[in-house]
C-alpha cells in the first residue's frame, strides 16, 4: 500500500490513518466499524489516546480508511502508530488484511454548505506535488480550491492533510451528502478556474477514491 517509505523524523500528528486492503476474493471484512472501534481496546499502556470519528470503504479496489483523531495534536515518530496497526491487524486476522497506518497532519478543515447533513459518499483525492510546487499548491488548496468546494451544495466538510508516512504527501477529503455532488455544476465551476489550471498539472502519484461512508463509529471508547 505504501508509496514511499515512512518519515523517520516526528512530525505533527493530528489524526492517525489506518488504511486496510484486501484481497477481492475475499469479500470484504465484516462489522469494520465495530471491530475498528474495538482496536483502541488493545492498545497498550502509554500509546496516543485515540477516537475513530470516520470510516469509509471503497469497492474498487477493495479499501476502507478509518480516520482515528488524537486528542490533540501531538508530535508523533512512526513508531508511535504502530500499536494501532498491530490492534487492527489483530482485530482482522485470519481475513487477509493488510493494514497501514499513517500520520496525519491537518493543514485546511472547513465546515460545508451542507454541513449537519447525513452523508453516504467521501470523497479523497490524494498526490504527491511536483518538486518546487508546494508552496503554490497549497496556497491554491487552502484560499480558494478548499474553500469553493466546501461551499457547494452537498458537500458538507471539507479537509486536507499531510500524510507523514504511507501514501502521497497531501489528503483531500470531503464529506458528501451523494456522489451527485462531484458532477454538480458548482463543483465543475469550482475545478474550472484559472488558478486550477495552473496548479493541478503539478500533481504526481495523483489516486482518486470515491468511498462509501461507513455508519459513524460509537464516540469515546
Known amino acids: 500500500m505504501s508509496r ?12 492517525l490513518l489506518a488504511q486496510l486492503a484486501w484481497p477481492a476474493a475475499a469479500g470484504g471484512p465484516r462489522d469494520v466499524m465495530a471491530r475498528a ?15 475513530l470519528v470516520r470510516g ?6 477493495p479499501a476502507v480508511y478509518l480516520y ?26 485470519g481475513e487477509a488484511v493488510q493494514v497501514a497506518v499513517s500520520r496525519l497532519e491537518k493543514v485546511f478543515e472547513r465546515a460545508g454548505h451542507s454541513s449537519g447533513q447525513a452523508c453516504a459518499a467521501h470523497y479523497v483525492v490524494e498526490m504527491d506535488p511536483q518538486e518546487g510546487w508546494m508552496p503554490e499548491i497549497s496556497a491554491w488548496y487552502d484560499q480558494e480550491h478548499m474553500p469553493g468546494l466546501a461551499a457547494v451544495p452537498g458537500c458538507a466538510h471539507a479537509q486536507r492533510m499531510l500524510n507523514h508516512d ?4 497531501s489528503l483531500a477529503c470531503y464529506d458528501l451528502v451523494t456522489e451527485a455532488a462531484l ?8 475545478r474550472a478556474t484559472a488558478w486550477s489550471d495552473i496548479a493541478r498539472p503539478h500533481f504526481t502519484n495523483t489516486k482518486r477514491t470515491m468511498f462509501q461512508r461507513l455508519p459513524d463509529a460509537p464516540r469515546d471508547r
Open 37 to 51: 472501534g474495538a482496536a483502541i481496546s488493545r492498545l497498550p499502556p502509554g500509546a496516543p489516546a485515540l477516537r
Open 4 to 15: 514511499h517509505a515512512p518519515n523517520a523524523a516526528t512530525a505533527p500528528t493530528d489524526f
Open 68 to 93: 482515528y483523531a488524537l486528542d490533540q495534536r501531538a508530535s508523533l515518530a512512526p513508531q508511535d502508530a504502530r500499536p494501532l496497526e498491530q490492534a487492527l491487524a489483530a482485530a482482522f486476522a
Open 183 to 190: 458532477n454538480s455544476p458548482p463543483w465543475l465551476a469550482v
Open 56 to 61: 469509509a470503504r471503497a469497492v474498487q479496489p
Open 166 to 169: 504511507h501514501g502521497p504527501l
